[in-house]
């Protein structure tokens, strides 16, 4: 009996721990990120944009080209995860890498700009973004599959229509690039160094793979 004693209490043990690092680690993809947005556009034709992006200044959110490029005006529409509405204009965009980077009227109620990190080969990666309406977070690695500087894939994660300019993230949540498109494979994005650098000063144009843009 008391060697059924200790394999009960092993087990009970081992299940809570399992249980306690499952609350751990799914509760960083329940919710979006306070910095991941939705970014609605007027468009010159009769339907209009809507897209994700990324709180990375104080007053600048990084998106898509491809999200803003048909749109009526330089002025668009950021929505925050707490529902804070706040009218932003187009300042900066560049087609290839497909980023747009754009500038808040005012900066939000208690929410602070997204820490970033550095590239990790081979580390975990999470996609972050609003598809049709509906937020979601999918989880993948980074490929070694390389495109030149400017282009990178997170693979096991595949974006969908409306998730274009939302955030990659690492483990801590730390911003590590704005994804643009996809394939069967996974999800390409621009790393935050390079969108860091093209919200001051255009880059060059790298040659890039052809996906499905979203």
Same mark, same amino acid.
């Given at each position: 009996?008391?060697?059924?004693?200790?394999?009960?209490?092993?087990?009970?043990?081992?299940?809570?721990?399992?249980?306690?690092?499952?609350?751990?680690?799914?509760?960083?993809?329940?919710?979006?990120?306070?910095?991941?947005?939705?970014?609605?556009?007027?468009?010159?034709?009769?339907?209009?944009?809507?897209?994700?992006?990324?709180?990375?200044?104080?007053?600048?959110?990084?998106?898509?080209?491809?999200?803003?490029?048909?749109?009526?005006?330089?002025?668009?529409?950021?929505?925050?995860?707490?529902?804070?509405?706040?009218?932003?204009?187009?300042?900066?965009?560049?087609?290839?890498?497909?980023?747009? !980077?754009?500038? +808040?009227?005012?900066?939000? /109620?208690?929410?602070?700009?997204?820490?970033? $990190?550095? *590239? @990790?080969?081979?580390? &975990?990666?999470?996609?972050?973004?609003?598809?049709?309406?509906?937020?979601?977070?999918?989880?993948?690695?980074?490929?070694?599959?390389?495109?030149?500087?400017?282009?990178?894939?997170?693979?096991?994660?595949?974006?969908?229509?409306?998730?274009?300019?939302?955030?990659?993230?690492?483990?801590?949540?730390?911003? !590590?690039?704005? +994804?643009?498109?996809?394939? /069967?494979?996974?999800?390409?994005?621009?790393? $935050?160094? *390079? @969108?860091?650098?093209? &919200?001051?000063?255009?880059?060059?144009?790298?040659?890039?793979?052809?996906?499905?843009?979203?």
């Amino acid at each position: 009996m008391k060697n059924y004693k200790n394999e009960l209490t092993t087990t009970v043990t081992f299940a809570l721990l399992c249980l306690m690092t499952a609350l751990t680690f799914g509760s960083e993809n329940d919710q979006p990120k306070p910095q991941c947005v939705r970014v609605y556009v007027e468009d010159r034709g009769p339907t209009n944009s809507a897209g994700s992006g990324t709180y990375i200044t104080p007053l600048l959110i990084a998106t898509c080209n491809h999200v803003v490029s048909d749109r009526k005006e330089d002025r668009c529409e950021v929505v925050f995860p707490n529902q804070e509405r706040i009218q932003a204009s187009v300042i900066k965009t560049s087609k290839s890498p497909d980023v747009a !980077i754009l500038k +808040l009227d005012r900066a939000p /109620k208690g929410v602070k700009p997204i820490a970033s $990190a550095s *590239l @990790v080969e081979g580390q &975990a990666l999470e996609i972050q973004g609003y598809g049709k309406g509906d937020w979601k977070s999918q989880s993948g690695t980074l490929s070694d599959t390389k495109y030149g500087d400017g282009v990178r894939e997170v693979s096991g994660a595949r974006a969908r229509s409306g998730d274009s300019g939302g955030p990659v993230l690492d483990k801590q949540g730390s911003y !590590i690039g704005t +994804l643009w498109g996809s394939n /069967k494979a996974g999800t390409y994005f621009t790393p $935050a160094k *390079l @969108v860091f650098k093209i &919200a001051e000063i255009e880059a060059d144009k790298p040659h890039y793979p052809q996906p499905i843009l979203y």
